[in-house]
């Protein structure tokens, strides 16, 4: 009884340290959208593509399999070099999904875990 009993409290933790891995980096996306915007604003395509990589990876780790394609989105039509319009629109795209996914991450939060 007291395996099963460590096995829960081991499974209890590592749920709590994953949910809270979840919350900080969907806490964090308003960060990362401000710098993607204001690399493409600024025109600097490098830094918009690194940080578009960077959150598609990131979002894919933590589950938001949406988020990460629209953050491919904007890497791949920078390595396309299919014009500063649709890399625009793409970056709205992502920006739009970021915000759903920030949406979801609040009404979550405040969802009972045992419903």
Known sequence: MADV?????????????????????????TDRVDQLVDAAGQGNWPELNRLSKSLAYRAELHGFSDLADAARAVSDAFVRTDGQTEVHRRVTGLVSHCGRVRRRGRDNALKDPLD
């Open 5 to 29: 009993h460590s096995d829960l409290a081991e499974i209890n933790r590592r749920l709590t340290a994953s949910t809270a891995r979840v919350r900080a980096f969907v806490d964090r996306l």
